[in-house]
């Protein structure tokens, strides 16, 4: 079984990138209503006790468990990469993962104009990802609906949620505006301990 992750922050530290009453919603409402889900298909069967990340890559996309899991996946990630809004600490990458993002995409500041664009021309709901490869190679994935970068192989290092239930309530239809606001809570240290610690 699955349980709603607690935010690591106050629910109004994002601000204003993320508003209180978006976090209210996307956290409290979105997340728990596919924790709570998932848990109601699983009880009872063998995949009640599996690992969510395995649950992710068995179940047979589409149905009801892939997207449940898939969403809690692609959710816990989302909310434990951030730090409140204005922390001077992980404001940028730093060590082999800053080496990284120079290596494969240029510059940090051409990593996250590419980012940026690919979260912008995802068409409908979906994620936006920096993922790394077996050898720590870095690209950026776009993924429909709640699928996550472990199905495809890849190690999910960094994701932009782009439904719109993520960004409606404080940037209706400016996707764009909302996904540029995301790099003032970005913490750093939080992705690059996903790209390090394997
Ligand atoms: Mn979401």
Do not use: C
Not at 31 to 48: Q, S
Not at 96 to 121: C, H, N, P, Q, Y
């Amino acid at each position: 079984m699955e349980a709603l992750i607690p935010l690591p922050y106050a629910q109004d530290s994002l601000e204003p990138a993320i508003s209180a009453k978006t976090m209210g919603f996307h956290h409290g409402k979105h997340l728990a209503g596919y924790v709570a889900n998932l848990n109601k298909a699983i009880a009872g069967t063998e995949l009640e006790n599996a690992p969510l990340e395995e649950i992710v890559k068995s179940a047979e996309p589409g149905t009801g468990v892939f997207n449940n899991a898939g969403q809690i996946l692609n959710h816990n990630l989302y909310f434990s990469q951030f730090r409140p809004f204005g922390s001077p600490e992980g404001a940028k990458p730093a060590g082999l993962l800053s080496a990284a993002i120079d290596r494969d995409f240029g510059s940090f500041e051409a990593f996250k104009e590419a980012f940026v664009t690919s979260g912008t021309s995802t068409f409908g709901s979906g994620w936006v990802w920096l993922q790394a490869d077996a050898e720590g190679a870095l690209s950026i994935g776009k993924y429909s609906g709640a699928d996550n970068p472990v199905v495809h192989g890849f190690r999910p290092i960094l994701t932009f949620d782009v439904w719109e239930h993520a960004y409606y309530l404080d940037y209706q239809n400016r996707r764009t505006d909302h996904l540029v606001a995301l790099w003032d809570v970005v913490d750093w240290m939080i992705v690059e301990s996903r790209y390090t610690i394997v």
